[in-house]
């Protein structure tokens, strides 16, 4: 009967490695909406702490025993223990060829956060290792699944504009998303590849999906022209602190991030300090930041389009702009997410504030215009949960038994992955070298 599953035992068990703030997203999908189909089997991380505070949560919300955890250095005995079919992998990004490589061999298929990898050198491990092995990647861009994102690939697929000849894609971050990337490790470019990795992985496979295309040739541009401690000094301003937390000197920094004031912040970094030796709150205008704020690229893809694409990681507003160009007209995208400071003082502002500004700036917009007919408006479906309503959508096609059909092909696979990342890592040899990539000389793949 409709409504009513025989199901009497979970069809797919999980174990996931890497217990940061990412992880709960996978683990609440298993522990409620999909706990029918699906068992969580072990957690594996460097820190005890983070595990023990997951468990702890596990405990309360799906009232079961204590979840087997096993420090990174055991994930192997994880894997022979708990008999995981799928290894979900939230850990930082210049690892996760370490861990979807080993599952891979040890006979499990794995589901990794964005992006894949962090280098070509990665990448080929894992595309090795997926050919010796015969085990499947998913890659979760969870942007795909927004109803805005899909829109703009439905009006394509429909031919709304002809032949797609040409991109222009602007993302900017306002300073407290923005600024957060330079707290956290993804400021060190050996562990997150820079946000021409770590971000726009996100928005160069809404443009590879939407134009269905893979990059062939990038040049690039880069620098850090806003965050660190020379740029600081240029404007004339002065940090004594290394980190926010317990800083009295940092009290009315508007960039202070206090991991003691919010209880899932110390519970997973700032108790867990002791046995992860990370901090999560270091000095925005610090020393050692080796990614880039300030990023600028050119491609062209396989098919022939161009694409124009830049990200800046300190802007009063955050959200993006892109137009897609083709022999019979455009489309253009505005999307707003949140405009001016959401801290003031060091303090957060009331929801009702930062509401207010977005019904007089923000707003999500799609418009057509047809080469020689009158230009209209598209509806933009309001989504529901994280990002844009996508997470939501993206977990029921990851963790359903049998999801409905997706005629917009948004499950991503090592090769989406690998597409995604190769022009971000393109682009930061570019700016190495002041000259441009070939991306098939990094790692040849797909066929468009």
């Given at each position: 009967?409709?409504?009513?599953?025989?199901?009497?035992?979970?069809?797919r068990r999980?174990?996931?490695?890497?217990?940061?703030?990412r992880?709960?997203?996978?683990?609440?999908?298993?522990?409620?909406?999909?706990?029918?189909?699906?068992e969580?089997v072990g957690?594996c991380?460097?820190?005890?702490?983070?595990?023990?505070?997951?468990?702890q949560?596990i405990?309360?919300?799906?009232?079961?025993?204590?979840?087997?955890?096993?420090?990174?250095?055991?994930?192997?005995?994880?894997?022979?223990?708990?008999m995981?079919?799928?290894?979900?992998?939230?850990?930082?990004?210049a690892t996760?060829h370490?861990?979807?490589?080993?599952?891979?061999?040890?006979?499990?298929?794995?589901?990794?956060?964005?992006?894949?990898?962090?280098?070509?050198?990665?990448?080929?491990?894992?595309?090795?290792?997926?050919?010796?092995?015969?085990?499947?990647?998913?890659?979760?861009?969870?942007?795909r699944?927004?109803?805005?994102?899909?829109?703009?690939?439905?009006?394509?697929?429909?031919?709304?504009?002809?032949?797609?000849?040409?991109?222009?894609?602007s993302?900017?971050?306002?300073?407290?998303?923005?600024?957060?990337?330079?707290?956290?490790?993804?400021?060190?470019k050996?562990?997150?590849?820079g946000?021409?990795?770590h971000?726009?992985?996100h928005?160069?496979?809404?443009?590879?999906?939407w134009?269905?295309?893979?990059p062939?040739?990038?040049y690039?541009?880069?620098?850090?022209?806003?965050?660190?401690?020379q740029?600081?000094?240029?404007r004339?301003?002065?940090?004594?602190y290394?980190r926010?937390?317990?800083?009295?000197?940092?009290a009315?920094?508007?960039?202070?991030?206090?991991?003691?004031?919010?209880?899932?912040?110390?519970?997973?970094?700032?108790?867990?300090?002791a046995?992860?030796?990370?901090?999560?709150?270091?000095?925005?205008?610090?020393?050692?930041?080796?990614?880039?704020d300030?990023?600028?690229?050119?491609?062209?893809?396989?098919?022939?389009i161009?694409?124009?694409?830049?990200?800046?990681?300190?802007?009063?507003?955050?959200g993006?702009?892109?137009?897609?160009?083709?022999?019979?007209g455009?489309?253009?995208?505005?999307?707003?997410?949140a405009?001016g400071s959401?801290?003031?003082?060091?303090?957060?502002?009331?929801?009702?504030?930062?509401?207010?500004?977005?019904?007089?700036?923000?707003?999500k917009?799609?418009?057509?215009?047809?080469?020689?007919?009158?230009?209209?408006n598209?509806?933009?479906?309001?989504?529901?949960?994280?990002?844009?309503g996508?997470?939501?959508?993206?977990?029921?096609?990851?963790?359903?038994?049998?999801?409905?059909?997706?005629?917009f092909q948004?499950?991503?696979?090592?090769?989406?992955?690998?597409?995604?990342i190769?022009l971000?890592i393109?682009?930061?040899?570019?700016?190495?070298?002041?000259?441009?990539?070939?991306?098939?000389d990094?790692?040849?793949?797909?066929n468009?």
């Amino acid at each position: 009967m409709e409504g009513i599953y025989l199901v009497t035992s979970p069809q797919r068990r999980y174990a996931l490695v890497g217990t940061g703030g990412r992880a709960g997203m996978y683990i609440h999908a298993i522990l409620d909406d999909y706990a029918q189909w699906n068992e969580l089997v072990g957690l594996c991380d460097l820190s005890q702490t983070r595990m023990d505070w997951y468990t702890q949560q596990i405990q309360q919300r799906a009232g079961r025993g204590p979840l087997p955890t096993f420090h990174a250095h055991d994930f192997d005995r994880m894997i022979a223990e708990t008999m995981p079919d799928v290894v979900i992998v939230t850990t930082m990004d210049a690892t996760h060829h370490q861990y979807i490589c080993r599952a891979m061999e040890l006979g499990c298929d794995a589901i990794t956060e964005k992006p894949m990898t962090t280098d070509d050198t990665k990448a080929r491990q894992i595309f090795e290792t997926i050919d010796r092995t015969g085990r499947s990647l998913r890659v979760t861009f969870n942007y795909r699944y927004t109803p805005l994102a899909t829109r703009v690939r439905e009006l394509v697929m429909r031919g709304a504009v002809g032949r797609p000849r040409h991109v222009d894609f602007s993302w900017v971050l306002d300073t407290r998303h923005g600024a957060d990337y330079f707290r956290r490790w993804h400021r060190e470019k050996d562990k997150s590849g820079g946000l021409l990795v770590h971000k726009a992985t996100h928005h160069f496979d809404l443009i590879n999906w939407w134009v269905d295309s893979i990059p062939q040739t990038v040049y690039a541009q880069g620098d850090l022209l806003f965050y660190g401690r020379q740029n600081a000094a240029a404007r004339g301003e002065f940090y004594s602190y290394d980190r926010y937390t317990g800083e009295e000197a940092a009290a009315d920094d508007p960039f202070a991030l206090r991991l003691d004031a919010n209880e899932t912040l110390q519970s997973l970094y700032l108790n867990a300090e002791a046995d992860s030796g990370y901090l999560r709150d270091r000095n925005v205008f610090g020393d050692n930041i080796t990614a880039e704020d300030t990023m600028s690229v050119t491609a062209r893809y396989r098919n022939g389009i161009i694409l124009s694409y830049s990200l800046l990681a300190y802007c009063p507003w955050e959200g993006y702009r892109a137009a897609i160009t083709g022999d019979r007209g455009r489309i253009e995208v505005e999307v707003v997410e949140a405009v001016g400071s959401a801290f003031v003082g060091g303090q957060e502002e009331s929801l009702g504030e930062a509401e207010d500004r977005l019904l007089d700036f923000g707003g999500k917009h799609i418009w057509v215009f047809p080469m020689h007919g009158a230009p209209y408006n598209v509806e933009v479906p309001e989504g529901v949960g994280g990002h844009g309503g996508g997470d939501r959508v993206m977990l029921e096609q990851l963790f359903h038994p049998d999801p409905p059909d997706d005629p917009f092909q948004r499950a991503a696979s090592h090769i989406d992955g690998a597409a995604s990342i190769l022009l971000g890592i393109a682009a930061n040899k570019s700016i190495a070298t002041g000259q441009a990539i070939a991306v098939d000389d990094l790692l040849k793949v797909g066929n468009v």
